[in-house]
């Protein structure tokens, strides 16, 4: 709106801080990656044509440029907060129909490098090597973390069920001297709790 008397803006991107990197790409998401610019700010401001940046450098000549006017006021405080929060709101309907068209393009995405990947199978590269990718009724499991856990879990299975258990003698007298001794802590574990408990009856026959 400032720049517009100069010529055709292109297009205002707005950084924390100056740089020379590249301009970013635009993000195509309303609510994804909102990450916005906070307190003082540069702006890059970008003309179709060169004459717009002649244009504006000649308006440094006139005085500041007024961004909050009263036809176009700057909101601040409370109405800038509230306006905020309507902001943040997300609406379910227009997030839904945006994921929606998102897995639209993934699923053809992938659908074509499947075509593509099932018609290069087993035809040479310039070099003459054939590329050979894991098919067929067990494919490869997926490398999740809840994949591993179970994995494992099956193979520890595997060798408990292979273990023999009070296989030499020594190991049935170890299971036995064992058993023995959690009996015996049972035992003495019960006697304290039976004694505390006669300790705060109140009525004493004997």
Same mark, same amino acid.
């Given at each position: ?141 997926? /490398?999740?973390?809840? +994949?591993? $856990? &179970?994995?494992?879990?099956? #193979?520890?299975?595997? @060798? ?16 036995? /001297?064992?058993?023995? +001794?959690? $009996? &015996?802590?049972?035992?003495? #574990?019960?006697?304290? @709790? ?13």
């Amino acid at each position: 709106r400032l720049f517009a008397r100069c010529g055709h803006v292109q297009s205002v991107e707005i950084c924390d801080k100056p740089g020379l990197a590249e301009k970013k790409e635009k993000p195509t998401s309303k609510f994804f990656n909102r990450k916005t610019a906070k307190g003082f700010q540069v702006a890059y401001v970008v003309f179709r044509k060169p004459s717009g940046v002649q244009a504006a450098k000649a308006l440094s000549q006139e005085g500041p440029l007024l961004v909050s006017t009263e036809s176009h006021p700057v909101k601040t405080g409370i109405s800038k907060w509230i306006a905020s929060y309507a902001a943040s709101i997300v609406d379910p309907e227009e997030l839904k129909a945006e994921v929606d068209a998102y897995m639209q393009d993934y699923d053809k995405k992938v659908a074509e490098e499947e075509a593509k990947a099932a018609k290069e199978d087993g035809v040479p590269d310039e070099e003459g090597w054939v590329k050979v990718t894991r098919k067929g009724r067990k494919p490869g499991l997926p /490398r999740t973390e809840a +994949a591993n $856990l &179970r994995v494992l879990e099956k #193979e520890k299975q595997k @060798r408990a069920r292979k273990e023999l258990l009070n296989f030499y003698a020594w190991q049935h007298r170890e299971t036995k /001297r064992e058993h023995i +001794a959690q $009996l &015996r802590k049972k035992f003495e #574990e019960d006697k304290q @709790r039976i004694a505390l408990m006669r300790a705060q009856r109140k009525f004493r026959p004997y």
